[in-house]
């Protein structure tokens, strides 16, 4: 069975070599029609990227130049690495280059150490040729991603130390992930590091604007404010969400409450509802109160974040800085124990309960 | 064919809506995700929502909207049962599928892509999880995803943020009662108000349980003359005694009564999550112990169960866990002795 299931792993590595090359540039008018949004609307070009004006500015500068260094790109999820870098590559190598001179690996690939050694390497030592006849910049390099790089292995890593030395002449590594920690030192310091922030409100809502125009969608300028509100700078998150309430509203306009509805967002008052009841305890309702939030099929995480949220917050200024740390401490212990596979509906009933100790004692 | 005939002998399988236009409940969703998924371009779905809220039956009649139920343009997997090779067999279902071309075109309505459902998606290891991110994008056109699962807490971030994320709640007491009776004026079986009501009540609004105790009822109600014993699980029986051992005496002869009855319900294949939770269920129902000690119990039931997760042997845990909740039992006995 084991053998069976890794013949299986080896030949999608090989499929995956042939998706990347598969993707071509002219067919997309025929996709774009079942395309989902977050995908219609990558950037094609570096400038396109919203609000990572340093990276831009640097990635430009060597698209002119036509000499790129080793790349690390990391920050939160959503900022735009992974649309960077594919647009980086369609305009340096353009649609006819685009596919043979890059590999893109990510966490669905297996990235062990044989990986690094087989894979990268045969990649890496092919020849390309120097000069070329085309409209684009396309320098003689060829580029390896590495996407969702905090998910290899260390060992991995380590191997493609040298790797990365040895080839550097005419191939570049992108490394992509989200926590830079992740990525071992050596290998980060072979690179130019570049840390994308969360979006800002302005570039957000801009682009939003723009796709709500291109689809068409009546919408309410509150509806957008929502959106930027609730993903807290995670565009792909925002769009994603534009698109699942853009397709299902109710009525004439987009509204504000459409975005909460597919938000996954508690209602406030559904908050304030539970931190009431606490506070006025009586007997049998809390264990009420836990039925009742694991029935309707709450998040639990969310419903940690919120409750942190209105502890801190000044609606609940009569409660003792102490007591408010306890509560966090609550919090955080349960998040812990769910991460770890811990029960929901028995977490739910302990956090509630000692929250109601700590503010009634 | 055989299949078909089993399934019509479990009603809760005969009488799952199969359409939109069925289904009982959460009319406000509905109405939502049919507009949704009536765009060419709809986006990857995350349902998610507690046992019994009708999940797997919403899926069914997405499916059923877009193309027809049992055709080839859709998938569905549990990973569950491939413990460490999630990851590659996710993978490689999801790039199969999208790879591949539909033989014929007239039954997908239209539709030019493949739907992989993907049930538990709770149960799916990080890794494989973590590997879903790029798949997901890379296929999109081709190919969309059903996740399904009954807590968020465990699917990490950059799924939920690819997702259009549907909540499921479970359907309210009235509901419950009001399919019950459909049902069994369907069944022809004749059964008071009164009764629907405690199975409704019984069932926790889990609309599976409700219509599992439905039956159980329609067989043995001819024999039994106690309703509240016709109803009633074997295991949650067993539970309820447990509780009553631990709360009537605290001493080591008990723990080894106690002892009988865990090993029994291990025995039965009974989850030590799901004893623990009933339980706590049960015990925030008796009115025989002092509130504050029912929180400590809690409390320790939370512990004990979070550790028996990562330990192996859940009998110890168990066997803690009733040691503990005896020690808190017998302090608050001595403590409001002494008061009087």
């Known amino acids: 069975m084991e053998a069976f299931l890794k013949r299986n792993g080896n030949k999608s590595l090989k499929k995956v070599e042939k998706d990347v090359e598969m993707e071509p540039d002219d067919e997309k008018d025929n996709k774009s029609r079942y395309q989902p949004w977050v995908e219609k609307y990558r950037p094609n070009k570096i400038d396109e990227v919203s609000h990572q004006p340093e990276v831009v500015s640097a990635l ?171 993903t807290d700078g995670d565009m792909r998150k925002s769009i994603m969400m534009l698109q699942s309430a853009g397709r299902s509203y109710e009525g004439d306009k987009l509204t504000a409450e459409d975005i909460y509805e597919v938000s996954g967002k508690i209602p406030i008052e559904v908050i304030q509802d539970i931190w009431d009841q606490i506070l006025n305890q009586s007997d049998t309702n809390i264990s009420e109160l836990a039925e009742n939030v694991i029935q309707e099929g709450y998040d639990i995480m969310q419903l940690l974040s919120q409750l942190i949220e209105l502890v801190t917050n000044a609606a609940t200024r009569d409660v003792s800085h102490l007591k408010k740390a306890r509560i966090a401490e609550i919090c955080a212990e349960t998040e812990f124990k769910l991460i770890k596979g811990g029960s929901e509906e028995l977490n739910v009933s302990y956090l509630l309960v000692s929250i109601s100790d700590i503010l009634n004692s | 064919m055989m299949e078909s005939e089993f399934e019509d002998n479990i009603w809760t399988e005969k009488h799952r809506p199969a359409t939109f236009k069925d289904l009982a409940y959460n009319q406000k969703y509905t109405k939502a995700i049919k507009r949704l998924i009536n765009s060419q371009d709809f986006p990857h779905l995350l349902l998610y929502g507690p046992p019994g809220a009708g999940k797997r039956t919403f899926t069914r009649c997405i499916l059923n909207e877009i193309f027809v139920l049992y055709s080839n343009y859709h998938i569905e997997l549990s990973p569950t049962n491939n ?21 014929k075109r007239e039954k997908t309505k239209g539709k030019d892509f493949k739907i992989v459902v993907i049930h538990d998606l709770n149960l799916l290891s990080r890794s494989a999880q973590a590997g879903l991110r790029r798949t997901m994008e890379k296929y999109m056109s081709e190919c969309r995803i059903i996740f399904q699962c009954e807590s968020l807490s465990r699917v990490i971030d950059p799924l939920k943020s690819r997702c259009a994320l549907v909540r499921v709640p479970a359907p309210t007491y009235d509901t419950v009662a009001e399919r019950m009776k459909d049902i069994a004026k369907m069944e022809n079986l004749s059964i008071s108000t009164k009764t629907i009501d405690m199975i409704a009540r019984r069932s926790k609004r889990n609309m599976r349980k409700a219509i599992m105790l439905l039956q159980i009822y329609s067989v043995n109600f001819t024999s039994i003359s106690d309703i509240g014993k016709a109803l009633s699980l074997g295991y949650e029986q067993i539970i309820s005694e447990i509780l009553k051992d631990l709360i009537s005496e605290q001493s080591a002869t008990r723990v080894k009564v106690i002892r009988n009855k865990f090993y029994q319900l291990i025995s039965k294949g009974i989850s030590t999550e ?42 110890f845990h168990l066997e803690g866990f009733i040691c503990q909740a005896m020690v808190v039992i017998k302090k608050s006995k001595i403590q409001s002795g002494y008061g009087v």
């Open chain 1, 60 to 230: 430009n500068k060597s698209i002119e130049t036509g000499k790129i260094p080793h790349l690390l790109l990391y920050g939160p999820p959503g900022t735009g690495k992974t649309s960077t870098i594919l647009a980086l590559s369609k305009e340096l190598f353009g649609p006819e280059f685009h596919r043979s001179r890059i590999l893109e690996l990510n966490a669905s690939d297996d990235r062990g150490i044989g990986m690094v050694r087989e894979k990268i390497k045969k990649f890496a030592q092919k020849k390309i040729s120097k000069a070329v006849s085309s409209d684009y910049p396309c320098p003689p390099v060829q580029l390896i991603i590495l996407d969702e790089a905090d998910s290899m292995t260390v060992d991995a890593q380590a191997a493609l130390r040298r790797t990365i030395e040895v080839y550097s002449a005419q191939t570049r590594f992108c490394i992509i992930c989200n926590y830079v920690s992740k990525i071992i030192e050596p290998l980060a310091s072979r690179c130019v590091k570049f840390r994308f922030t969360p979006i800002a409100e302005e570039a957000q809502m801009k682009r939003l604007q723009y796709i709500c125009e291109q689809e068409e969608i009546n919408h309410d300028n509150s509806a957008l404010e929502a959106l930027v509100e609730v």
């Open chain 2, 83 to 103: 413990d460490s090779h999630d990851r590659i067999m996710v993978n490689n279902m999801i790039k199969e599928t999208a790879e591949s071309q539909p033989l």
């Open chain 2, 274 to 315: 799901c004893i623990f939770v009933n339980l706590i269920r049960f015990l925030m129902q008796s009115d025989s112990l002092d509130s504050n000690v029912r929180y400590e119990i809690t409390k320790l039931a939370c512990e004990y169960d979070f550790r028996s997760k990562l330990g192996a042997r859940s009998i």
